[in-house]
């Protein structure tokens, strides 16, 4: 594994020395952004800022491009920062997650024809950019087949790629304090990318990445604690007996996490539990209902306002935004799908070929590399998810700073929200921070959107999260 890893470093280190030589030595062409200018999407509400649309080629000869999405802030757009966000899988869309159902300015509506303002959207307080990656997710493509076969290193590399040539497109924002930023699978695909940023800024001698912080939620970062995790949760909220807990505990080894290396007794024992869990809870979020399909696509096709609530939030939003992206005049607005894929837009990519064997990489010491750049790191979990559950990412946050030998600088508490608990943070060496969100899901915005912009205001502004009731200016 080892030798595997220096290769690895080896063979980007080559890489990012040449896209210098590239970037140094040759001349860039900049500031073409407004033929990716989005006049209006179907059925939009009336707004003020501007929103980009369109593909970033990464590699002309394979036919390579990755299709983004950007959203200027609603007010003083170039005195505000910049903030990527990637959702995770791998091999799902940052356009159906994190766009559409999250953190964006808009949300489908219940007939799937039309969109509804997002009220507590994050471009309230930055720019934000989204892009489908890796090539074959969303509407992101290449001409060459054997680009589909991914990992997170050339998902990294592509993505250092789009953001150098992204900037050229948008010089405007080359100087613009960047954050990095996603969810899930992500966990891996943020600190990658800054990784490689980080090498770059070392070498190069003109353009720098002006990058300030890096924040993920609900994150996969060990898989050996994240796996294990999960039934923990299971058991804490009493989704599963203790008999069955006590013999996943027993027979199951989350130290060295595979399940070619588990035992049948392990196996067994994990697939009770997912059928006692059953097939009407969601995984994401064990306090939502489930949508039903059958009945939303029926409401869909006759154009009725199909809106399914569950605690304030429409659970059948995915199906929602799976009808509206596939509309021809959608994608036209967009600049999507320029070579007239022969398959549908989706949300997670059912052909994409990515390496397994890199869910397994540990991430911590990657964090400890950009913790070491002095790049503030914020690690945050919704509290209601049991497929990457906080009791894993809590205890990967107190480990990494217990190597890094750091202090407690905020001792474990709540912090608030419109005078409501918001959750529970507590933060390391003044630049190391993991919070829950109260009541939120794996994707926190979705299920706990002025909760989740309260966070990433506090990120973005450099501060802490309120522990008093006294309200902030983003409550």
Not at 313 to 330: A, H, I, L
Not at 343 to 367: G, V
């Amino acid at each position: 594994m080892l030798s595997l890893q220096m290769g690895r470093s080896l063979g980007l280190m080559w890489s990012l020395l040449m896209v210098m030589m590239v970037i140094n030595g040759g001349r860039d062409v900049e500031g073409y952004s407004e033929e990716d200018l989005v006049i209006k999407l179907p059925g939009q509400p009336h707004v003020s800022f501007k929103q980009y649309a369109g593909y970033v080629d990464v590699d002309e000869k394979a036919g390579r491009s990755l299709f983004y999405y950007f959203v200027e802030a609603q007010e003083k757009p170039h005195h505000k920062p910049l903030t990527l966000w990637l959702n995770g899988g791998p091999g799902c869309s940052s356009m159906g997650g994190g766009a559409f159902t999250e953190l964006g300015p808009f949300f489908p509506r219940g007939d799937g024809r039309g969109l509804r303002i997002n009220e507590e959207s994050w471009n309230k307080v930055s720019n934000l950019l989204f892009v489908e990656s890796p090539a074959g997710v969303g509407w992101s493509y290449s001409n060459t087949t054997s680009d589909y076969n991914r990992d997170d290193a050339s998902t990294a590399h592509d993505m250092y790629i789009f953001l150098l040539k992204w900037f050229q497109k948008f010089p405007e924002y080359k100087t613009s304090a960047l954050f990095l930023t996603g969810e899930s699978y992500a966990g891996h695909y943020i600190p990658q990318l800054a990784d490689v940023l980080l090498r770059h800024n070392k070498l190069s001698t003109s353009f720098k990445f002006n990058l300030k912080g890096v924040a993920i939620g609900n994150p996969l970062l060990n898989l050996d604690r994240d796996a294990g995790s999960v039934y923990e949760f299971f058991w804490s909220h009493g989704m599963i007996s203790d008999e069955l807990g006590l013999t996943i505990n027993r027979e199951c080894d989350f130290n060295d996490y595979s399940s070619v290396n588990m035992s049948k007794a392990c196996n067994d024992a994990s697939d009770e539990a997912y059928q006692v869990v059953g097939d009407y809870i969601n995984n994401y979020d064990v306090i939502l209902d489930v949508c039903y399909p059958s009945i939303v696509e029926q409401e869909l096709r006759l154009k009725k306002l199909a809106t399914k609530m569950s605690v304030g939030v429409d659970v059948c939003m995915s199906y929602e935004r799976q009808y509206y992206f596939n509309m021809p005049e959608v994608q036209h607005a967009l600049h999507a799908n320029r070579t007239n894929l022969p398959y549908e837009w989706s949300m997670c990519s059912s052909f994409l070929n990515y390496n397994s064997k890199d869910t397994s990489i540990n991430i911590l010491p990657i964090l400890k590399k950009i913790i070491q750049h002095k790049i503030p790191v914020w690690v945050y979990s919704g509290d209601q998810d049991s497929v990457v559950p906080f009791l894993g990412s809590r205890t990967l946050m107190r480990e990494l700073a217990h190597e890094l030998k750091f202090a407690i600088t905020v001792p474990y508490g709540v912090w608030f929200y419109k005078g409501q608990v918001g959750g529970w943070v507590t933060e390391y060496g003044n630049i190391l921070t993991f919070a829950t969100v109260r009541g939120a899901s794996h994707m926190v915005p979705y299920a706990q959107p002025g909760r989740a912009l309260q966070l990433f205001a506090s990120f973005v502004h450099g501060q802490r999260l309120p522990n008093t009731t006294t309200p902030s200016i983003y409550d």
